[in-house]
């Protein structure tokens, strides 16, 4: 697996990472033994940016690769992410928290599930309106001092907010969805910030939660804990507009000849340097899949064309629900 910069200053990570949620949440049932296989894939095969969060689960998706890393620690370049407060008593809620302390609590936390001396990559998984994020910013670089953490990240951080994180202390990477279908960071404005000061934009759900791949074809190709069965571009008269956008990709696909899913993770990677895509999967056959992208070559005149064909507003309805689109761009 070849390798791309994290930012103008930071280090050098596989040019594709590996999402790490599915495994534990979200997507249908997991499967401990398939998922620890992925990840062991994934050692095999170079892909060693690994993406997590303690909101997955919550806290289970990192004891899952702190198990899987115990004695092989250096082989991975380890994200997390903090923010994100899940409702014990109703799995549907969610707070956001930004505060000094909190971020303390977060890390010590993660560090104990991931066992492990050291964050490669720490995130704020989603701004807190009401704490300034000067101040968050503040605690985070406060463990780069102490070695708890190397570099930090934002997540889903609207352009004022990157400015003002990265007056405080560099960010390494901002972390956004970024695909065919969800082309937000170049209408907000946010990859422009992010480009004005050297910082990585690292693109989750790059397949459009699957979608792009053209695995899923009808509603009931969801389990029914699957979080999509709610998604609004999965449900109702979008889930049907937008199989027509599948269908374009895989006759882009066709003409280069490899898989729906690569076409589309080609495309991001053609879209600068600076971009990594994390797409997640928790099955073997899925990654190395996804690690056939790095072998499809786009010309500049093949990305304009895709580009034509998927502007901006292409996908029919919101990427998260109402309850959850408000912490966006923040």
């Not at 390798?3 to 979200?26: A, I, N, Q, W, Y």
């Not at 690292?202 to 709610?230: C, H, M, N, Q, W």
């Not at 280069?256 to 056959?285: H, M, S």
Request: glycine share 10%; proline share 5%; charged share 25%.
């Amino acid at each position: 697996m070849i390798t791309r910069k994290l930012g103008k200053h930071g280090p050098d990570v596989s040019t594709l990472g590996l999402g790490c949620m599915g495994m534990s949440e979200f997507y249908g049932a997991g499967d401990e033994k398939e998922s620890i296989a992925t990840l062991e894939r994934a050692l095999d095969l170079g892909i060693t940016f690994w993406d997590t969060s303690d909101a997955y689960g919550p806290h289970t998706n990192e004891e899952l690769i702190g198990r899987t890393l115990a004695g092989r620690r250096d082989k991975v370049f380890l994200a997390t992410k903090f923010g994100i407060v899940r409702d014990p008593n109703d799995p549907n809620k969610r707070g956001i928290d930004g505060r000094p302390e909190y971020v303390r609590l977060s890390v010590e936390g993660s560090l104990r599930r991931l066992k492990t001396d050291h964050i490669d990559l720490y995130y704020q998984h989603r701004v807190d309106r009401n704490v300034p994020i000067e101040e968050t910013v503040g605690a985070m670089a406060r463990l780069v001092e102490e070695g708890k953490v190397r570099y930090l990240g934002l997540s889903e951080a609207s352009a004022a907010s990157i400015r003002k994180a990265a007056a405080v202390h560099p960010i390494a990477a901002l972390q956004s969805e970024y695909s065919l279908w969800t082309r937000d960071p170049e209408t907000t404005g946010t990859l422009a910030a992010c480009r004005e000061h050297g910082i990585a934009l690292v693109a989750y759900s790059p397949l459009g939660r699957g979608f792009l791949t053209g695995a899923i074809t009808k509603p009931e190709d969801f389990a029914e804990d699957d979080y999509r069965r709610i998604n609004p571009r999965f449900t109702g008269d979008n889930f049907a507009k937008n199989l027509a956008i599948v269908e374009k990709v895989r006759k882009f696909a066709a003409t280069k000849g490899c898989t729906p899913g690569q076409l589309a993770l080609a495309w991001v990677l053609a879209k600068g340097d600076d971009i990594v895509p994390i797409p997640g999967t928790k099955r073997v056959k899925y990654l190395e899949e996804n690690a056939g992208a790095v072998q499809v070559t786009l010309s500049t005149a093949e990305v304009a064309e895709i580009d034509a064909v998927f502007p901006p507003d292409t996908a029919a309805g919101d990427r998260y629900a109402s309850n959850m689109m408000g912490s966006i761009n923040a």
